[in-house]
């Protein structure tokens, strides 16, 4: 019942910036763990960065020192910030959450959203 829709996706030179952003909506009690997931060309899908329901970040490699997660629980929103652009962060992004009810814990994923970095 819960779901995830994302928006922020396009085109961006290298060096760019782009804020990614992540509305959930239905029914449940709170949001656990969310993070970002992105998959680029002839790539698995990978982990970019997760962020607790306190705010604690973490972040993989890539995205050290560029990229940006936080939270807004009041909202129900995801953001990431993504600076210093490069190439090979082009790929779909895709949003996840882990939506806890008073049954059981649902994860789920949002439709994703194309990032393109090139001039």
């Known amino acids: 019942q819960a779901q995830l829709v994302e928006s922020g996706g396009g085109l961006v030179q290298p060096g760019g910036s782009l804020r990614l952003a992540c509305a959930a909506s239905?029914?449940?009690?709170?949001?656990?763990?969310m993070g970002w997931y992105r998959q680029g060309p002839g790539k698995e899908r990978e982990l970019v960065a997760t962020?607790?329901?306190?705010?604690?970040?973490n972040y993989a490699d890539s995205a050290k020192g560029r990229f940006t997660i936080s939270r807004d629980n009041a909202k129900n929103m995801l953001y990431l910030q993504m600076n210093s652009l490069k190439p090979e962060d082009t790929a779909v992004y895709y949003c996840?959450?882990?939506?806890?009810?008073?049954?059981?814990?649902?994860?789920?994923w949002g439709q994703g959203t194309l990032v393109t970095v090139s001039s």
């Open positions: 996840n959450a882990d939506f806890h009810t008073d049954t059981w814990d649902q994860e789920v």
């Open positions: 239905g029914r449940f009690i709170s949001i656990r763990m």
């Open positions: 962020i607790t329901q306190k705010g604690t970040p």
